[in-house]
Nanobody, 121 residues
Framework: QVPLVESGGGLVQAGGSLRLSCAAS????????MGWYRQAPGKQRELVAA???????NYADSVKGRFTISRDNAKKTVYLQMNSLKPEDTAVYYCNADLYLLSVQRFRNYWGQGTQVTVSS
């Protein structure tokens, strides 16, 4: 069972907006950094944005000023607000997080199943 579940992907026209959500589930004791990566066809997976437990953020240069990452620690959820979308933002977006599951008894890095974002020109 994948402890990270993404939602919010879809098809949008250039200039539009989408909001991705990723909820961590299961017997989670603690969560460290949460982030979003993306992978376009024929390209390597790349970091889009990340947020630490104290709220510090990091963005890829290509999305600075357009995307905003945030997290709700009480809901164990990370969000990615994507504005002014461009066709080159088209990719599968993956949630990533360092989770301490009680069943594992240590921190491990986990990936979500991915959600497709398609931006039409």
């Amino acid at each position: 069972q994948v402890p990270l579940v993404e939602s919010g992907g879809g098809l949008v026209q250039a200039g539009g907006s989408l909001r991705l959500s990723c909820a961590a589930s299961g017997s989670i004791f603690s969560i460290k950094t949460m982030g979003w990566y993306r992978q376009a066809p024929g390209k390597q997976r790349e970091l889009v944005a990340a947020v630490t437990t104290d709220g510090s953020t990091n963005y890829a240069d290509s999305v600075k000023g357009r995307f905003t990452i945030s997290r709700d620690n009480a809901k164990k959820t990370v969000y990615l607000q994507m504005n002014s979308l461009k066709p080159e933002d088209t990719a599968v977006y993956y949630c990533n997080a360092d989770l301490y599951l009680l069943s594992v008894q240590r921190f491990r890095n986990y990936w979500g199943q991915g959600t497709q974002v398609t931006v039409s020109s």
